[in-house]
């Protein structure tokens, strides 16, 4: 069973920055994972972020975040990070950490077989 773990969500003025880690343990080699980060507002539905595969090239992102979050990874590490730049208010969300075994690449919430629990981050106008 993989576990996921997810840190450095916090509180952020609007137009700054901020990264968010996870860690992974547990289940197969880490670089077989695809890896990727979801995020939940209050009152609406879980939103894909983006995901990497397992060599960290091109990772493909959400139209709301594409060039300003970038995804990375860390294989020797079993980390996989979210930079987040110029943050908005509507980023405002708790931020989820997936993994998947899929050999598919990875395009939404669904296409995860594990989940974290989640790191708040609160972007203040």
């Known amino acids: 069973q993989v576990q996921l773990v997810e840190s450095g969500g916090g509180l952020v003025t609007a137009g700054g920055a901020l990264r968010v880690s996870c860690v992974c343990s547990?289940?197969?080699?880490?670089?077989?994972?695809?890896m990727g980060w979801s995020r939940q507002a209050p009152g609406k539905e879980r939103e894909f972020v983006g995901a990497v595969s397992w060599s960290g090239v091109s990772p493909n992102y959400a139209d709301s975040v594409k060039g300003r979050f970038t995804i990375s990874r860390d294989n020797a590490k079993k980390m996989v990070y979210l930079q987040m730049n110029s943050l908005k208010p509507e980023d405002t969300a708790v931020y989820y950490c997936g993994a998947t075994s899929s050999k598919d690449s990875a395009y939404s919430v669904r296409s995860f077989d594990f989940w974290g629990q989640g790191t708040q981050v609160i972007v203040s106008s």
């Open positions: 547990g289940g197969r080699i880490f670089s077989s994972y695809i």
